[in-house]
């Protein structure tokens, strides 16, 4: 049996289910009905696959079903997939820690329906200038550059939008913290996107990786003179 999350996962990747067996669309399912599905099959016996987009660590809405899972002892594992934020930085040939331009990569959400604590706002995280990956926000793109501006971007700060990353219909454009609400509205991309803020997105001006230095000793080899 697979339940999958039809609102964003390709539903191609259901062409691999075997015959005969159940699908279960879970847009369309609180997590109520989610569950007593799971819970039906296994009793059954059934192999129950819950198939979540990219990895479903990040913004998968898992933890809770995990924690009713254990409630009624039904066994799982989790199996780790390629987040939307890595598939984007690979459409791009995009490196997001860059020596002396960026050492860290915050993932992040505008707050829409779904609050976000004010310790963890846009403009408080856009203050450090780390690359920042911003989910969930397509249709708040407007917001989103006044949030990044207040906190110390600037409006010509390189910045990117990938609509759905590794799909087929892939699309991805590379803008400015600036016209990041231009951009979405000229090719029409209006959810299923993840926007890039910094300057690893088209910084070229970097410092040499250490580790591959020749100045540099490793643990597998020495440095040379």
Not at 124 to 139: D, I, K, W
Not at 182 to 208: F, S
Request: hydrophobic share 40%.
């Amino acid at each position: 049996m697979i339940i999958y999350a039809g609102s964003l996962v390709n539903p191609e990747l259901l062409s691999y289910k075997k015959e005969g067996c159940e699908v279960y669309n879970s847009a369309t399912m609180t997590l109520e009905e989610v569950l007593e599905v799971m819970e039906q099959a296994h009793a059954e016996q059934k192999m129950i696959v819950r198939l979540h987009t990219g990895d479903p660590c990040i913004y998968g809405a898992i933890r809770e079903q995990m924690d009713r899972l254990d409630e009624k002892n039904i066994p799982y594992e989790s199996c780790p997939g390629v987040s939307a934020f890595c598939g984007a930085a690979a459409a791009l040939n995009l490196e997001y820690t860059l020596p002396n331009v960026s050492q860290s990569v915050v993932i992040t959400r505008m707050e829409g329906r779904t609050p976000v604590p004010e310790r963890e706002r846009i403009a408080s995280f856009a203050a450090h200038h780390a690359t920042m990956v911003v989910f969930l926000s397509t249709g708040l793109l407007e917001e989103l550059s006044k949030e990044l501006i207040a906190g110390g971007y600037t409006a010509d700060t390189p910045a990117a939008i990938v609509y759905k990353a590794t799909w087929p219909e892939e699309e991805k454009y590379i803008c400015t913290v600036g016209t990041l609400a231009q951009t979405a509205k000229e090719h029409n991309i209006t959810k299923t996107a993840l926007m890039i803020i910094g300057d690893a997105v088209t910084h070229t001006n970097y410092d040499r990786s250490e580790l591959y230095h020749p100045e540099f000793t490793t643990e597998f080899r020495k440095a040379k003179q």
